[in-house]
Each structure stands twice: as C-alpha cells, then as structure tokens.
C-alpha cells in the first residue's frame, strides 16, 4: 500500500486516504487564508418568532411530516413517544423528533416498484389512525399538497385532487425510508442575534448522548421494519455550503437496496486485514502525531486523504453493530463526538457522515464518523484530475482542535471523560 502521507521537498502534503484510496494535496501557503468569511452581518432577532424561524422549529410542527417519534426529558431520564397524533403533538416539549423527509431520496415508490415493499406491517393501520381527528385529516392534506406543489405539479391540478388521493399518497410518510431527527432549539438559549445557532457542539454532552441514541434507535428501526434495506447511511449537513436546506440541527438517515461503493471496497479490504481501521486508524493516526483527544471507548485523530480537512471519530469495539454497543460505548462515542463538534465552532459549515457495519455482513468495522469541514470549493482542478486541493494540512488541523479543546476542557464545556492528546 502506498504511504498515506508523503511530504514533498517544498512542503507539499501528498495525501492519499488509507480506507478510500482518495488523493488529497496540501499546497504550502494556502493555509494562511481566514477558515470562513463571514458572509453578513448578524441581525437581531425577533421575540415575535422564538421557536417559528423555520419549518423545523417546534411552533411549526405541522408543517412537518407527521412525526414518528419525539423523545423527551423526565425527572429520571428521557422517554422515547411513539407515533403521537396531530392533535397531541403540543402535550410535551420533545429535545429531538424523528419524521419522514418530505423530499426522500428513495421514495416509497421505488421501494414498492422494485422489492414489492409495503412497509411495516403496520403501516396502514398507523396512517388510518392518524387520519381519524380532523387536525390529522387536515395536516396530511396539507403535507401532501405541499410535496406536490414543490414537486412542480401545478396548483390548479393540485387543487383538483380529492382527498382521498391525497390519502393514497401520503401511506409514504408511514412507511418512510429518508428520516431526519431534529434537535429543539434553532437558537442557543438566550441569543439576540441570528449568527448564535445551536448546533452539535452547543448541545449539553447529555443532550447530545441522547441525539446520538435516537440516531442509533433510528438506525436500527430503518433496517427493522425494511428487509431489503442493505445499508442506512446517516449523516448531518450543517450550514447551506455543506448542503443544510435550513440553520436548524438535524440528522438524516438514508436506506438503500445495495452497500454502496465505499462499503463495498472497505469490506474486500476488511476481509484480507481484519485489523484495517486500528492498524489504518488510531494506530496510523498515533504514530503520525495526529490524535486530536479520546474517551475511555473511543478516538479521535486528523484524518488522511479527505476532501476537506476532516476529522475522525472511531468506536473501539469492531465487531458490535451501534445498537448493539453498550450505553457507556455510545457515550464515549458521542462525547468525542460533540467536543469535536464544539472545537469546530457553529460558524464552519460541516458534514458529518456515519459509517458502520452492515448487518449482513460479517466484518471488524467499527462505528465511526467523520466531520468534514466544508471550508473550500472543489473547482475544475478536482473535477479533471480527482486530486483534491486542501488549505489545512492533518497536522495544522489537529493542532488547531487541540488548542480549542484544550480551553473547552478547561471551560466544562465538554464531558470531563474527553482526555486532549498532548
Ligand atoms: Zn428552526
């Protein structure tokens, strides 16, 4: 295998990712330009519109997807409601929601068309259910409505439909295959102006434990109630550069009928060298000096050969899928996780991609996941040759999350289980 990190006589980085084979040059110099420009100046908010800001926030609930699941804090814990009706959805003020995505990529359509899938078999007994309250017949003619106008259907053709059209159509939003979970808050508590978003690193270490539960919760419910889903990709966009439709904390997770090209190679090395991502991950990054911090269950380290400075977050446990990982395991993940997060800072658009095992195969492939900072322009230069141009080296990017987890640690602003590396 070739090197992952070769330094050129000038100081050119020549990167090449251990798992992906991705090539990924750091040209000296580059690096002194400003992370992000700010794009405007931050404008005060308006009280009149705490918790209506956009369509994810809680005072506009019905303009999502009807909601599948809410979780919300108790005196002793969180308690995970299930399939609330319309007219319920105000009773309790839920930390995260998980609802279809309104413009899912693999719609039900292709599920039924291609694997005869009908969904869970609950399905249709759920959405007759929801339908039998006025506030529920008239939210899914609306949601419905809303998908088809912005699908380019003309009004005039829209407003022909009976509602039992409507009614056909909307079975997909009970048998959903894009799911998005959506944290409360769009703002962080107390802000004025609109450049205080609340994003992972915001959240308290506790409240982020629990984003990462209902992830994995999700996760496993996709791959349940779907028999021909062979891979669920979860990941967060964050900011309109990394692909985010709105400013408001979510995650999405994706099924799909086949494991997709990265899990596929991965796997055929997988097979051959069983301790690939310890040897390739956490021992490569050790050995290069690029461990930025860890907990007791996982690390987390620069990354190789990403197309965007990136850093990785490892599970240590190879075999367990995620819901099989014990409580102390998701939260040592997910503490890592966050204090990336929060070192990373609101203001840098990022993508957060999971990667695990997937059920039907038998691999060490540990949970992980990769924030991605989406800090440059992939212009023609990268399209021509697949060499991706970076400004931050993996060095300058794990001296630079050390520094501001270093005050974070020393703040309490992130788990006390999170040891910086020197
Ligand atoms: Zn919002």
Not at 22 to 41: E, N, S
Not at 199 to 211: I, K, M, N, P, Q
Not at 263 to 290: C, H, V
Not at 309 to 326: M, R, T, V
Request: charge should be negative.
């Amino acid at each position: 295998m070739t090197d992952p990190l070769t330094r050129m006589p000038d100081g050119t980085i020549k990167q090449v990712n251990p798992f992906t084979g991705t090539k990924v040059w750091t040209i000296p110099g580059r690096g002194a330009r400003p992370l992000v420009t700010r794009r405007r100046d931050p404008q005060p908010l308006d009280p009149a519109e705490h918790d209506r800001h956009c369509a994810f926030c809680w005072g506009r609930m019905l303009e999502t997807t009807p909601e599948i699941a809410r979780v919300v804090p108790t005196a002793t814990g969180w308690e995970q409601v299930r399939g609330l009706p319309a007219d319920d959805l105000g009773t309790s003020r839920p930390e995260f929601r998980l609802i279809p995505n309104l413009y899912e990529i693999l719609s039900y359509d292709y599920w039924r068309r291609a694997h005869g899938w009908r969904g869970a078999p609950d399905t249709s007994a759920r959405l007759t259910s929801y339908v039998s309250t006025p506030l529920g017949r008239e939210h899914i003619g609306d949601i419905v409505r809303t998908k088809l106008l912005a699908r380019g259907v003309p009004a005039d053709r829209v407003a022909e439909r009976s509602y039992e059209d409507h009614l056909a159509d909307a079975i997909e939003f009970f048998a959903p295959n894009h799911e998005v979970i959506v944290a409360r808050r769009h703002f962080v508590d107390g802000a004025t102006d609109d450049s205080q978003l609340a994003g992972s690193g915001t959240l308290s270490v506790a409240e982020h434990r629990e984003f990462v539960a209902f992830t994995i919760s999700a996760l496993r419910g996709l791959y349940e109630d779907n028999e021909f889903a062979r891979y669920v990709s979860a990941f967060q966009n964050w900011g309109d550069r990394a692909g985010a439709s709105f400013d408001h904390l979510h995650k999405q997770l994706v099924a799909i009928d086949e494991l997709g090209v990265q899990i596929e190679r991965e796997a055929a090395r997988a097979e051959q060298e069983p301790d690939l991502y310890e040897r390739w991950g956490a021992t490569y990054a050790a050995e290069q000096g690029l461990v930025i911090a860890s907990t007791p269950g996982a690390v987390a380290f620069a990354g190789v050969g990403h197309q965007y400075p990136s850093i990785e977050i490892h599970a240590g446990d190879p075999w367990s899928l995620p819901w099989e990982l014990d409580e102390a395991q998701v939260h040592d993940f997910a503490d890592l996780l966050h204090a990336c997060h929060a070192a990373t800072g609101v203001e840098v658009p990022s993508n957060e991609e999971w990667h695990h095992r997937p059920p039907s195969l038998a691999l060490p492939m540990p949970l992980r996941a990769v924030i991605k900072w989406r800090v440059s322009t992939l212009a023609g230069f990268e399209g021509g040759t697949k060499i991706y141009v970076t400004t931050l080296d993996p060095w300058a990017l794990r001296d630079r999350v050390v520094r501001r987890l270093r005050d974070l640690v020393e703040a309490g602003a992130v788990s006390a289980s999170v040891q910086v590396a020197d």
